[in-house]
């Protein structure tokens, strides 16, 4: 059993991660203490410094969670693109950047990325970017990493389970079910693999 990390436990990839997690020990956190045992803001490198010291012993972090703000190229403002950047991107960077001096040897790492990357659509350029920009993080700094730690990335298309919100942004997408997306999250966690984007996809 593992001692897993699992950011952004109360939204629906949360509880779709949640879903992978079942055999291991998992320390929720989100941004509202509601419902998780800590509270945390992954746009703060002191609150990821207050959470990694206070859960002490860990051997994975999941991350679900990533601010994206939504509007045209020609509209989007340099505020809304620095909100989706200082969250989706450099949110996650630091998990992994603050983390490694906390997490156990062979411990792993798993962040969060979208289908919108490869697949674009309308108001999503800020989200399609960060989540390009980790996918090629997690590819590069697999190499890097210290004490046999891993690092990969989810990208799933949507939720079955969101489709009532999403669905009429993605004309042509077919939703996928959280537990299928669950299973993405368990090979990142309980495989071997390190450096990979772990696509989720109909």
């Known amino acids: ?47 990821l410094r207050k959470l990694f010291k206070e859960v002490g012993h860990f051997d994975a972090v999941v991350n ?46 798993t962040l969060i990325t979208g289908i919108l990357n490869l697949k674009p659509i309308p108001f999503a350029i800020a989200d399609a970017t960060t989540s390009g920009a980790i996918d090629t993080f997690v590819k590069c700094v697999a190499f890097e990493m210290p004490r046999g730690i891993r690092v990969n990335s989810v990208n799933p298309t949507v939720l079955a389970e969101a489709w009532d919100v999403y669905g009429d942004m993605m004309p ?5 079910p959280s537990a299928l997306v669950g299973k993405a999250f368990e090979r990142s966690v309980d495989g071997f693999i390190t450096g990979q984007v772990i696509l989720v996809d109909a």
């Not at 998992?26 to 509270?39: E, L």
């Not at 042509?172 to 996928?176: E, H, M, S, T």
Request: charged content about 20%; glycine content about 12%; hydrophobic content about 40%.
């Open 172 to 176: 042509g997408f077919q939703p996928v």
């Open 64 to 109: 679900t969670v990533g601010v994206c703000e939504y509007a045209t190229f020609e509209e989007m403002t340099e505020a809304q693109w620095m909100t989706t950047v200082m969250s989706k991107m450099m949110g996650q960077i630091n998990i992994v950047r603050i983390g490694q001096e906390y997490i156990a040897d062979k411990g792993s790492f």
């Open 1 to 47: 059993m593992k001692t897993v990390i699992l950011i952004g436990a109360n939204g629906k990839m949360g509880k779709a991660a949640l879903t992978g997690l079942g055999k291991h020990k998992v320390i929720t956190a989100g941004r509202s203490k509601d419902g998780c045992d800590y509270q945390v803001d992954i746009t703060s490198e002191e609150s």
